[in-house]
């Protein structure tokens, strides 16, 4: 039935409008902490950026966005993926369709055109937003990412969200289902700067103080609202292909 539902246009606007309003309801009512404290004032100094976070930890990136900030996500073109494409675009966030994938799927998945939209967003004046894992392989920062920073100019700037009350889905990425009436820690790591010239090497390194970043950001989220770190669900599997 999922399967037959799944394709109605109409029950994807629904469920992406239902879940819109249920993260609204979820971020007012928690008592947020922010590390740094200032971190509104040092990122509207590098504005325009790239913002990157774990996958499964995205639901509650678009609360993160003034309304002065002009702000895109990229999304998978999936079709369980439209559902949080409306979602974010109901809660005032800008959409940019398309995900990573290993070889030749890099292009049938979108990958290509939405990294190259990405690109151009950021030369706009628009911040940028995507998950950094490689594709379906949980907490491991792939390529995708660098080769924005790389081609665009614009710093990276990993962010961590973690509640005190959550669900666990038992998804690939264990994706946090946040619930009302908690605290929440928002954890900005200090960013990554790409060189324009950067070969294989570089882009590596700055892979790695990426992946080394977020997971320090994590650890330090789940830590403000009183949890140990979560283990790493993945491996370091080294550089992968721009991903959503």
Do not use: C
């Not at 079709?79 to 409306?86: G, K």
């Not at 790695?208 to 330090?220: G, H, I, V, W």
Request: proline share 5%.
């Amino acid at each position: 039935m999922w399967r037959r539902l799944r394709t109605s246009q109409t029950v994807r606007t629904v469920l992406g409008r239902s879940m819109a309003g249920y993260l609204r309801l979820v971020w007012r009512t928690q008592r947020v902490v922010m590390e740094p404290a200032n971190l509104y004032d040092l990122a509207d100094a590098q504005l325009p950026m790239i913002l990157t976070f774990w996958h499964g930890q995205h639901f509650l990136t678009p609360f993160l966005v003034k309304p002065y900030h002009r702000a895109r996500v990229m999304i998978s073109r999936s079709a369980d993926a439209d559902v949080n494409a409306i979602a974010a675009e109901a809660l005032g966030i800008g959409t940019v369709r398309g995900s990573g994938a290993q070889g030749r799927d890099f292009r049938v998945k979108g990958g290509f055109n939405a990294t190259l939209e990405m690109i151009r967003h950021l030369s706009e004046g628009t911040n940028v937003a995507m998950t950094a894992d490689v594709p379906k392989i949980s907490r491991i920062a792939g390529l995708g990412v660098i080769t924005i920073a790389k081609h665009s100019g614009r710093p990276i700037y990993p962010v961590a969200i973690a509640t005190s009350r959550r669900i666990l889905a038992k998804s690939w990425d264990r994706a946090a289902i946040h619930l009302p009436f908690g605290r929440a820690a928002v954890v900005a790591g200090d960013g990554v700067l790409v060189p324009a010239d950067a070969g294989p090497q570089e882009l590596e390194a700055a892979r790695r103080e990426l992946q080394r970043q977020l997971e320090e950001a994590t650890a330090r989220a789940e830590a403000l609202v009183g949890r140990p770190a979560p283990a790493r669900a993945g491996r370091d599997a080294g550089a992968g292909t721009p991903n959503g």
